[in-house]
Nanobody
Framework: QVQLLESGGGSVQAGDSLRVSCAAS????????MGWFRQAPGQEREFVAS????????QYRDSVKGRFTISRDNSKKMVYMQMNNLKPEDTAVYYC????????????????????WGQGTQVSVSS
C-alpha cells in the first residue's frame, strides 16, 4: 500500500512559478512509475507528466512541454513537478499517482497505469 500526499499548490499570477511535491509513505518508491494528473472544474482528470522508476524516462502532455519538469528523489521518496510560466489554463487540482509494474501494459499517460492516488493540491493561476 502506498499513501501519497501532495503539497506546494497555491494561487499565483500568470507567468509565475510553483513547485508541487508528492511525499510517499511506503518503504520505497524505486519500483513505481510516478505521475502527475490534474482536474479542472467541470472537466475530466488529465495526464500532465510521468517519470519512470529510474528517473530517466519522462513524458509530458503537449501543453506543458518546456514549462513543467517532473523529477524524483527515490532516497527521500519524493516526486516533484516544477511549473514555470504558469497560465490560467493550468488552474486545476493536481494529483500525484504511483503505478506498479503489474500494470506496465498500460501507457504511463493513462489513469489505468496507476494504483495509488493522493488527495490533490489546488493550483490557481490568475491572468
Amino acid at each position: 500500500q502506498v499513501q501519497l500526499l501532495e503539497s506546494g499548490g497555491g494561487s499565483v499570477q500568470a507567468g509565475d512559478s510553483l513547485r508541487v511535491s508528492c511525499a510517499a509513505s511506503t518503504r520505497s518508491i524505486m519500483s513505481y512509475v510516478m505521475g502527475w494528473f490534474r482536474q479542472a472544474p467541470g472537466q475530466e482528470r488529465e495526464f500532465v507528466a510521468s517519470i519512470g522508476a529510474s528517473g530517466t524516462n519522462t513524458q509530458y502532455r503537449d501543453s506543458v512541454k518546456g514549462r513543467f519538469t517532473i523529477s524524483r528523489d527515490n532516497s527521500k521518496k519524493m516526486v516533484y513537478m516544477q511549473m514555470n510560466n504558469l497560465k490560467p489554463e493550468d488552474t486545476a487540482v493536481y494529483y500525484c499517482a504511483a503505478g506498479e509494474f503489474v500494470k506496465a501494459r498500460y501507457s504511463n499517460t493513462v489513469e489505468d497505469r496507476y494504483s495509488y492516488w493522493g488527495q490533490g493540491t489546488q493550483v490557481s493561476v490568475s491572468s
